[in-house]
């Protein structure tokens, strides 16, 4: 079974709106804002997509049993 992530949206969200268009399933636009639909997800290319689209860095992927960044990548 592979590990779960931990997927966050900073105050750096400028509301583009990238995130919520590579990744509906996971990331939706409140008030402007993008915020992730849940705090934990099964891992899914798409959040991966969403997170390096961000124009701004504002989204985190982490693996939830280490805290190692999936993405952003450098």
């Not at 592979?2 to 997927?7: E, I, K, P, Q």
């Not at 399933?25 to 390096?52: C, N, Q, S, T, W």
């Amino acid at each position: 079974m592979s590990d779960s992530w931990l997927v966050s949206v900073d105050q750096n969200c400028i509301g583009s709106g990238m995130c919520a268009g590579a990744a509906p399933d996971h990331f939706e636009l409140m008030e402007g804002y993008a915020r992730a639909i849940k705090d934990e997800v099964d891992p899914d290319e798409a959040v991966i997509d969403a997170a390096e689209s961000c124009p701004v860095e504002a989204i985190l992927v982490k693996l939830a049993s280490t805290g190692a960044v999936v993405a952003p990548t450098d």
